[in-house]
């Protein structure tokens, strides 16, 4: 059974720093490009970040010189750096594998609030 579980999320004030992370099954990570995407009340879920199985990276011009994928290909993990925080960064954050180019596989979500 694949699972993606996220932690990290919480609350940060404006201009604070939170690292998230997403444990996959290892069974599809190799093979995964790896995204974040994020919902925020009365939004759609919107794109974030991604990073290829090969490294390469791709971000929402919303977050571009604020937030940096990486990936641990020992740990099978994701991660997503979120520096200069601001309040409309404020939504529950998701991990998404996509398995060899056609699969998709959610985690649950993590809250992340941004707020004095």
């Known amino acids: 059974q694949v699972q993606l579980v996220e932690s990290g999320g919480g609350l940060v004030q404006p201009g604070g720093s939170l690292r998230l992370s997403c444990a996959c099954s290892?069974?599809?990570?190799?093979?995964?490009?790896m995204g974040w995407y994020r919902q925020a009340p009365r939004n759609q879920r919107e794109f974030v970040a991604l990073i290829t199985n090969s490294g390469s990276t791709n971000y929402a011009d919303a977050v571009k010189g604020r937030f940096t994928i990486s990936r641990d290909n020992a740990k099978n993990t994701v991660y997503l750096q979120m520096n200069s925080l601001k309040p409309e960064d404020t939504a529950v954050y998701y991990c998404?594998?996509?398995?060899?180019?056609?699969?998709?596989?959610w985690g649950q979500g993590t809250q992340v609030t941004v707020s004095s």
């Open positions: 290892r069974s599809i990570f190799d093979d995964s490009a």
């Open positions: 998404k594998a996509k398995y060899r180019n056609a699969f998709n596989y």
